[in-house]
């Protein structure tokens, strides 16, 4: 599961911290997401009752780095109002002292607004290696004497101990927070100047119903070294709050309680002996260890992460290396989200897979069949309205139903309470996309969330 969706630190996760953060200075209505359309439902749980518009909600068909996805968000914006001012936030950064950081984004908004593309500097805490670094040139001085800010001289890509040293011993260097502040229209400007294949595919979005037919076209690549290394109009805010965007051992050593060896344990967790490890799980499983030294242990319902505790940085290396052997765990997760409910897959092998659906009240799944595979559910608690070829009956706690391949079927749950059904899938083929669907309630939304 993406990092921005877990609740890592305290009941609320990284998303909806930030959504959080920015409340008094953004209305709900002018919040936007651009995110992989494979998130829709999982991020439209998250935000659920923020007063949020689910059309503020930009799907990306493909990911392509940082430029397009915040041009994309800049296309649609700068349409509806040429003066807007954009604020770029990562979803999955962890900031204390709110108040402070609500004080630097109004000095950037006050900024942007001169024309000028700012950015939070944080004030670097350690040598750190985890991130990349931005100079500032004290010789510049900005012509708005109101703010505290500079001029930016370079963006430094993350650097090795010996240079992560430098930059800390040196007043001039601060953190690159990727949090972003312009007027969209000066930002499109920049886009086009030293963009210009990007600029043109975007000129061609409208609408969001113009974002497939674009996406396929647009390269890859990030603002950093799209826009950020090459523009001349770039303004540093120096923010010193407490930042991290939870990628590292020593981000998480300082957020989490250790015991005496330095351990962290978040998770239920049984240990003899060891040191300096950090064991992370928000499932129901045991984990045991013995004896280990310098070492993260992840564990999701997904995937198990094991690794030296001096490489955490590494982690998106082994992103990457999933995404280009396109292995399923990159995209596809055990608990999936849907405008209807959820359904977790428990357990998949050759020629069977079984999943826990669960329905909630007053909601249905569209009438569909499959023409690979038959399915067998069991209500393990609520009830059940069911459809199988024509035939309509209520199915209580404890009830089966088989639904031969072919035939059409429908579940629907009519009550106040979560319907909860096992089902078993029987057949050569059990992936997602064989399903024809008749009658969908939920048609528009998954069509442009799909």
Same mark, same amino acid.
């Given at each position: ?30 919040? @936007? ?5 494979? *998130?829709?439902? %999982? ?11 689910? %059309? ?20 649609? &914006? ?14 999955? =950064? @962890?900031?204390?002292? $709110?108040? @402070? ?27 750190? $290696?985890? *991130?990349? *670094? ?7 001085? &900005? ?9 930016? #001289?370079?963006?430094? #890509? ?66 950093? @070294? ?45 240990? &003899? ?26 564990? $999701? ?18 992103? %990457? ?7 399923? #765990? ?71 139903? *088989? ?5 059409? =079927? ?41």
């Amino acid at each position: 599961e993406p990092k921005q969706f877990i609740k890592l630190v305290n009941e609320k996760s990284l998303l909806q911290d930030t959504v959080t953060r920015v409340k008094g200075l953004i209305k709900p209505k002018n919040i @936007y997401f651009i995110t992989n359309n494979i *998130y829709f439902y %999982e991020l439209k749980e998250q935000i659920k009752g923020q007063g949020i518009p689910d %059309e503020n909600i930009l799907l990306e068909p493909e990911g392509k780095n940082t430029a397009p996805a915040i041009g994309l968000c800049a296309r649609l &914006i700068e349409k509806k109002d040429k003066d807007a001012v954009l604020v770029v936030l990562p979803s999955d =950064h @962890y900031i204390k002292n $709110t108040n @402070y950081f609500k004080d630097c984004l109004k000095k950037a908004i006050g900024l942007a607004n001169d024309g000028l593309l700012v950015t939070l500097g944080i004030k670097p805490a350690n040598p750190s $290696t985890g *991130y990349g *670094y931005i100079k500032i040139d004290k010789r510049l001085k &900005i012509k708005n004497k109101k703010y505290n800010a500079c001029m930016v #001289e370079k963006f430094l #890509e993350k650097p090795d101990l010996e240079k992560a040293k430098q930059y800390f011993r040196d007043k001039r260097f601060y953190w690159n927070s990727g949090m972003f502040i312009w007027k969209a229209s000066v930002f499109m400007d920049e886009v086009q100047k030293y963009l210009p294949h990007l600029y043109a595919q975007l000129e061609a979005i409208h609408s969001k119903d113009d974002i497939r037919k674009v996406w396929r076209r647009i390269r890859p690549i990030s603002v950093d @070294y799209g826009i950020m290394e090459h523009s001349k109009r770039i303004v540093l805010i120096p923010a010193s709050f407490y930042w991290t965007d939870l990628g590292s051992w020593e981000a998480l050593s300082e957020i989490f309680p250790k015991d005496a060896k330095e351990n962290i344990f978040n998770a239920d967790c049984l240990d &003899i002996g060891s040191e300096r490890i950090g064991v992370f799980s928000k499932g129901k499983r045991l984990i045991s260890t013995l004896g280990l030294k310098d070492l993260i242990i992840a564990d $999701t319902a997904d995937a198990l992460l094991v690794c030296d505790i001096n490489r955490t940085q590494d982690v998106k290396k082994m992103v %990457e290396k999933l995404r280009s052997l396109k292995r399923k #765990e990159h995209l596809v997760h055990l608990t999936e989200k849907r405008p209807w409910g959820s359904f977790t897959i428990l357990q998949e092998g050759l020629g069977f897979k079984i999943k826990l659906i669960e329905i909630a009240p007053k909601k249905r799944l569209s009438l569909q069949r499959h023409k690979k595979r038959a399915e067998h559910w069991v209500v393990v608690s609520g009830q059940a309205k069911i459809t199988i070829g024509g035939k309509v009956f209520t199915a209580h706690k404890n009830r089966s139903v *088989y639904v031969p391949m072919g035939f059409k =079927h429908r579940l629907e749950n009519t009550t106040r309470t979560p319907a909860r059904i096992v089902e078993v899938q029987v057949g050569a083929y059990l992936g997602e996309d064989d399903i024809e669907r008749f009658e969908d309630d939920f048609k528009k939304e998954c069509r442009t969330a799909i």
